[in-house]
T-cell receptor, first 111, second 116 residues
Framework: QKEVEQNSGPLSVPEGAIASLNCTYS??????FFWYRQYSGKSPELIMS????GDKEDGRFTAQLNKASQYVSLLIRDSQPSDSATYLC???????????FGSGTKLNVKP | DAGITQSPRHKVTETGTPVTLRCHQT?????MYWYRQDPGHGLRLIHY???????DKGEVSDGYSVSRSKTEDFLLTLESATSSQTSVYFC???????????????FGPGTRLTVL
């Protein structure tokens, strides 16, 4: 069983602060990692993907991957109330591109 | 939603009745997936397809079957619905799925199913 663990939260941060979301995974053979954002009642939408160790930045978002520690994180700088959502970590298996999802972390950004 | 539609968007049915959910894509992607999402469990894979008439089970496949007769359509059937199948069902598509690379999955809008 391939497991992906996330703290369910809620994580509360003030507007303008940095939000840090974390995810651990069990399968050392995993090669691809994704962060999705999901607003209440909506479908998941891709925020970031990362495939190699280190940091990847896209606007206010930075994904960090450490394969040795089996850990992936998402940093959101200058958090806005519109960032309030549930963030899902997904780990991809190269075999038929199957994804394994964490249960999500709910983020609340307070004005 | 990346050219993905799901129907119906909402459905209420009774225990023991058959239910079919439809996923339709206009992206011509080879891979299609059905997930269910329940509080505390995140998204769990039910079945997936890697081509027309090529399907396989995911981690929570009991009580579900699928069919894919055309590239654009992937059907999920609950042969005899039970209350434990009350959930939100998402379809996803992916362009590639080789053994050495993975690709983003894009999600449809979801179907909220209630089994009474």
């Amino acid at each position: 069983q391939k497991e992906v663990e996330q703290n369910s939260g809620p994580l509360s941060v003030p507007e303008g602060a940095i939000a840090s979301l974390n995810c651990t995974y069990s399968d050392r053979g995993s090669q691809s990692f994704f962060w999705y954002r999901q607003y209440s009642g909506k479908s998941p939408e891709l925020i970031m993907s990362i495939y190699s160790n280190g940091d990847k930045e896209d606007g206010r978002f930075t994904a960090q991957l450490n394969k040795a520690s089996q850990y992936v994180s998402l940093l959101i700088r200058d958090s806005q109330p519109s960032d309030s959502a549930t963030y899902l970590c997904a780990v991809g298996s190269g075999n038929f591109n199957k994804f394994y999802f964490g249960s999500g972390t709910k983020l609340n950004v307070k004005p | 939603d990346a050219g993905i539609t799901q129907s119906p968007r909402h459905k209420v049915t009774e225990t023991g009745t058959p239910v079919t959910l439809r996923c339709h894509q206009t992206e011509n992607h080879r891979y299609m997936y059905w997930y269910r999402q329940d509080p505390g469990h995140g998204l769990r894979l039910i079945h997936y397809s890697y081509g027309v008439k090529d399907t396989d089970k995911g981690e929570v496949s009991d009580g579900y079957s699928v069919s894919r007769s055309k590239t654009e359509d992937f059907l999920l059937t609950l042969e005899s619905a039970t209350s434990s199948q009350t959930s939100v069902y998402f379809c996803a598509i992916s362009e590639s799925g080789s053994l050495i690379s993975t690709d983003t999955q894009y999600f449809g809008p979801g179907t909220r199913l209630t089994v009474l």
